[in-house]
C-alpha cells in the first residue's frame, strides 16, 4: 500500500492551490494523510477529491474542519498502528508533543507536522515521520512531502521539490 503525507498546506493564506507534484503523487496513492493545517474547508475538499484522503486539525484550520477533523487519530493500516497528531501546543518541543501524545497506544509510526521541518527517525521502536511542508517551506532548502510504503514492513521517505505550483 503508498499512501502520500502531506501536512503544513497552509492554503490560501502560503499558496493558492495544492501543488501539481501532490496531485500527480496523489494518481499512484491508495491513501492521502494530511497531519493538519489545511486552513480551511475546501482545502479539505479539494483533497477528497483527488482520492481517499485521512487527517487531523492543525492549529491553523478553522471551525469548520475541527467540527468533522479529530485532533489525533490512530489508523490500522495492515498491521501496523500509525498514529496521527499535527504537533502543535504551549511545552516542549514538536516532535515530544506528538510522542507524548500518543504515550498511552501502541503505535509503529507518529506522523506529525506544524514545525514545516521534515523527520524521520526512530523513537525506541516507533517510526516518527514529518513530511515537512508541501507549500510553506521556511528555512528549508525546498517543499516536501512524504511516502510511506506499508507492506510486511513500514518504511518512510520524503520527497523534495522546488517548485510549489
Request: net charge neutral.
Amino acid at each position: 500500500m503508498k499512501i502520500i503525507v502531506v501536512g503544513d498546506t497552509h492554503i490560501p493564506k502560503r499558496a493558492k492551490k495544492i501543488p501539481q507534484v501532490i496531485k500527480r503523487a496523489s494518481l499512484e496513492a491508495d491513501l492521502m494523510i494530511h497531519v493538519g493545517d489545511w486552513q480551511t474547508l475546501d482545502v479539505y475538499q479539494e483533497f477528497l477529491s483527488l482520492g481517499n484522503v485521512e487527517g487531523v486539525y492543525g492549529n491553523v484550520d478553522d471551525q469548520e474542519l475541527k467540527a468533522i477533523l479529530p485532533e489525533k487519530r490512530i489508523l490500522l493500516v495492515h498491521s501496523f498502528k500509525i498514529g496521527i497528531f499535527h504537533g502543535h501546543g504551549r511545552t516542549s518541543t514538536t516532535e515530544k508533543r506528538a510522542i507524548q501524545a500518543f504515550e498511552n497506544d501502541k503505535v509503529d509510526c507518529i506522523l506529525f507536522g506544524h514545525s514545516h521541518i521534515p523527520v524521520m527517525k526512530y523513537h525506541e521502536d516507533i517510526l516518527l515521520f514529518n513530511p515537512g511542508s508541501a507549500t510553506d517551506k521556511r528555512k528549508q532548502k525546498e517543499f516536501s512531502y512524504g511516502i510511506l510504503e506499508v507492506g510486511e514492513q513500514l518504511r518512510a521517505k520524503h520527497i523534495f521539490y522546488s517548485n510549489r505550483e
